[in-house]
């Protein structure tokens, strides 16, 4: 199969069953995406989801991070991955809203990436869920699942190879749902140890599937 037919059928695959692909962080405006963000860095959204409502609710603003001390906020985030810095982030992350951004989150990466806490990922899924801009954030999902399939060859070894791969090919008004559609294919379907090639809808343009299990027929979906 050329590239350019494996992106046409991952395009035509999850445009036709997954048309609504979002973030399953729960927020109610950028700047709380933004501290969702930060914070799910080599954590589950899951756990994110579990402390941001009480976050959310007694630091609703930047100015709040801003005015916060590290003891107040550290309790609020204690369950999460690397809680210590990530408390400094946002604490740095606020008074940066503040005092350069007139507080609010800024829409470009360029801009976002000089936020404490902020890398070039973080910094793509801001941009790519809060104003549709075509930039693909690469976790570690995107990066599995992306090689696997094909789309992007087994030598990009960085996630920044991965991205340009994925910009160049994918058109630019499905960039910021494809993001999602290979997020959400390797936290439920293509999982890293042990994918559910049993249950997967897209096994007949996928590499991976093509070099484990050979000549095996498995039929598409109907």
Same mark, same amino acid.
């Given at each position: 199969m050329l590239k350019k037919e494996r992106y046409q059928a991952f395009i035509d695959h999850f445009a036709e069953n997954m048309p609504i692909a979002e973030t399953e962080l729960q927020y109610e405006d950028p700047f709380q995406l933004l501290v969702a963000v930060v914070l799910s860095a080599q954590c589950t959204d899951k756990r994110i989801n579990q402390v941001t409502p009480a976050l959310f609710r007694d630091f609703p603003t930047p100015a709040h991070l801003a005015a916060a001390h590290f003891d107040e906020l550290f309790p609020y985030i204690k369950t999460v991955?690397?809680?210590?810095?990530?408390? /400094?982030?946002?604490?740095?992350?606020?008074?940066?809203?503040? *005092?350069?951004?007139?507080? /609010?989150?800024? *829409?470009?990466?360029? *801009?976002?990436?000089?936020?404490?806490?902020?890398?070039?990922?973080?910094?793509?899924v801001i941009t790519s869920v809060v104003w549709n801009q075509p930039n693909m954030a690469v976790d570690t999902h995107v990066?599995?699942?992306?090689?696997?399939?094909?789309?992007?060859?087994?030598?990009?070894?960085?996630?920044?190879?991965? *991205?340009?791969?994925?910009?160049?090919?994918?058109?630019?008004?499905?960039?910021?749902?494809?993001?999602?559609?290979?997020?959400?294919h390797g936290r439920y379907t293509c999982l890293a140890r042990k994918p559910k090639c049993e249950e997967c809808k897209i096994t007949h343009f996928c590499r991976y599937f093509e070099k484990t299990h050979g000549n095996e027929v498995k039929p598409t979906e109907s």
């Open positions: 991955s690397y809680p210590n810095n990530k408390t /400094k982030h946002l604490l740095g992350l606020g008074k940066m809203l503040i *005092e350069d951004f007139g507080g /609010k989150v800024p *829409e470009t990466v360029a *801009e976002l990436v000089k936020l404490p806490g902020v890398g070039r990922k973080t910094a793509n990066f599995r699942v992306s090689r696997r399939l094909g789309l992007v060859p087994m030598t990009a070894k960085t996630p920044l190879e991965v *991205e340009k791969q994925l910009i160049r090919h994918i058109p630019k008004q499905y960039i910021h749902k494809a993001h999602h559609w290979l997020i959400l």
